[in-house]
């Protein structure tokens, strides 16, 4: 069956089905770094730890700007799906039947992250002397280590209080960092 048959964009392959939830035994969980306690898995984590990197850069290499500007938003499925590595159907599979509160959680600390990274961005497109810009840059990365450290403590399955605040976490952020800059 050809691609067009089932709906699919042109260049992209059919998704292989998935296991069942259950087939998912914990030696296979643990080979894929899935937490069984949760369903969820660390390796999201790199997404944002990969453009946290480029922020840290920026300072000393603004050039480093292009790249973030190429990082793209993703969910943790769009992660997942656009991944080729070996384990990312039982990654998947556990996330649809992941504990629904630390999937729920996790999402609303991904949005977050994901809309710093964006405002950021944004900013960053402004015309900024260098000192200004990698210090905006190393403002976000301040802004977002400790949510990624939040993330990866929901993803582990520890008890994670609210005293972090999600609304308006982002906002607050470029604001902060945008007023140094005045």
């Known amino acids: 069956m050809n691609a ?8 992209e392959e059919p998704a292989r089905p998935v296991e069942p939830a259950q087939q998912l035994d914990p030696a ?13 898995a660390t ?3 790199n997404h944002f730890n990969e453009a ?3 922020l840290e850069l920026i300072p000393s290499m603004p050039a480093c ?6 990082w793209k938003v993703m969910t943790y499925r769009e992660h997942f799906l656009a991944a080729t590595q070996k384990h990312r159907d039982d990654v998947l599979v556990a996330y649809d039947t992941a504990d629904a509160q630390a999937r729920v959680m996790l999402d609303e600390i991904a949005d977050t992250m994901s809309s710093i990274l ?18 905006l840059a190393r403002e976000a990365a301040y802004q977002l280590k400790p949510l990624v450290a939040r993330a990866g403590a ?8 609210g005293d972090i605040p999600l609304a ?3 906002q607050a952020a470029v604001d902060a960092i945008l007023d140094r800059r005045s």
């Open 65 to 70: 700007i292009d790249d973030l500007m190429e």
């Open 154 to 161: 929901v993803i582990n399955g520890l008890k994670v209080s």
């Open 4 to 11: 067009h048959a089932l709906d699919i964009p042109a260049g």
């Open 118 to 135: 964006a405002a950021t961005r944004d900013a960053l497109r402004l015309d900024l002397s260098p000192t200004v810009a990698g210090g």
């Open 28 to 40: 296979r969980m643990a080979e894929a770094n899935i937490n069984p306690a949760t369903g969820l």
């Open 43 to 45: 390796d999201y984590l």
């Open 52 to 54: 946290i990197m480029m």
């Open 168 to 170: 308006g976490v982002a």
